[in-house]
């Protein structure tokens, strides 16, 4: 059995991305429910799970800060892994709740983040509050009721017998989130890979500029880049790339050791093939 | 009376910011706290005020999405100065209030995840809520007391009555957040000035890296760039850039209209004189 862990309790869409992830083979794998990021993916580095799976970045609110900067930073684990996963936001509440009764609203952070237009505009008043899940937010309003609301997915408010009082609620139609699968290994070359890697610069001109110029040399495609704080000086940044290929690709491989070479910081996340989608 | 905005209340780290820009010309100002980040913007871009100073990036926590997003895409304003300002956070309560009585941490959402490994470690139990300023947390804290314990600046602490029970509790010790100074119009050369833009790039390979290959023909020297998602599709990305030089410039003003006919959005945000810092 591979125990895998993820964002709990049932109901949130970190559960449905593993659903997704597992597909058929769901028998393959024990579950475990971590109350929150941090404490899922330092599960994975202590050994006390074999996987997990997280989010990483969402099409309204972007990155997931606390992902990206733990497995940068903080733990030694690989990419093996992706799912991309449409999400429909539903305000809900207990049943019976009106729009006008609601005082407060709790959600995740990257919802709240998602639906700011609709808070703002719908809920000039309510009071925001940030818990670590949106299954648990679902929990809280079930158990107290009141004039409190939830902000999650339909699976939350059927989990915990909350009625939807508005459905897909986010700021714009396409709103999907990228979940990574995390493991002490990668995976080997399937043909349809890509290779994540974090890095930092010099603190020179056009730094930047020469580490993309390699990837222009070796041809290879570069799919995303999203920069973070370096966090010890402002103006400092480490770089997320993710480009076509695989780590025992000829290409990427010259193309991984020329950046390590360019670069004051260079950590390899791994290699895991595309998400279908 | 040149009219300004600010999160407010008075207390929260944009007021500080705000002395810190006014200097010795505050008389010159009518100063005016808004609520909410949009609201202040909003503010400016519908005339009720002239100029609004928010935060933009922070050393630790990151870009301001709020921030960056509004004026990319909501408000049409210019960037006309900019203060970066040394962070320090606390964690302050009502007197009497002892650390192990702490049930609930508020703040803005900023200062939650610049403090985010001490409250992991300090608080694991604690409830977080995130409320729309450092100040009207320590408000709410002086109101409710109780097992309330609010994170701040110490001017809030003072402004509130309210004990500091730790003192610089962010994690690491360089945590800077650099403000925005935005309003109807830019500022004329200086001499020691950046010019801002937010673009995106066209949907092929390599796309980014042609446009950092203008910077580099022209010979201009990129101080930062942040990624944000574009929104309607997950992996489409927009991106924030500054320069050194000012849109007079010749060199600048060349690369800025290249860019501009090789970009499927174009921005410009306005040139202004560096932070003293």
């Known amino acids: 059995m591979v125990r895998i862990g993820y964002l709990g309790p049932e109901g949130t869409f970190s559960h449905e991305a593993l659903l997704k992830y597992a597909g058929g083979n769901l ?3 024990s579950i475990h429910g971590y109350a929150s990021i941090p404490d899922i993916l330092y ?3 202590n050994g006390e799970i074999d996987e997990a ?3 990483i970045e969402n099409s309204i609110e972007g990155a997931v800060s606390v992902t990206l900067d733990i497995i940068a930073a903080d733990v030694d684990l690989k990419i093996k892994g992706e799912e991309v996963m449409n999400i429909k936001q539903n305000l809900m509440a207990k049943k019976g709740t009106k729009i006008e009764d609601i005082k407060q609203i709790l959600s995740h952070p990257q919802p709240i983040g998602q639906c700011r237009k609709y808070i703002n505009s719908c809920f000039p008043n309510a009071e925001v509050k940030c818990v670590y899940s949106t299954a648990g937010a679902a929990n809280e309003v079930a158990m107290l ?3 409190l ?4 997915s339909a699976a939350a408010a059927e989990a915990y017998g909350l009625d939807i009082l508005a459905h897909n609620i986010q700021d714009g139609d396409n709103n999907s989130t990228r979940f990574i699968v995390v493991s002490r290994d990668d995976r080997e070359r399937t043909g349809h890979d890509k290779t994540s890697i974090v890095f930092s610069t010099e603190d020179r001109p056009g730094s930047l500029y020469r580490i993309l110029d390699i990837f222009n040399l070796w041809d290879i495609n570069m799919t995303r880049i999203e920069s973070r704080p370096a966090k010890n000086q402002l103006g400092r940044y480490i770089f997320f790339v993710d480009v076509v290929g695989h780590r ?5 491989k010259d193309a991984l050791t020329m950046i390590k070479k360019k670069t004051s910081f260079f950590k390899f996340l791994g290699s895991y093939p595309y998400s279908p989608g």
């Open 145 to 147: 009721g009141g004039g």
């Open 43 to 45: 599960g994975v580095h």
């Open 149 to 152: 609301a939830a902000i999650g």
């Open 248 to 252: 025992s690709d000829e290409d990427v």
């Open 27 to 29: 028998c393959a794998y």
């Open 53 to 55: 799976i997280v989010p």
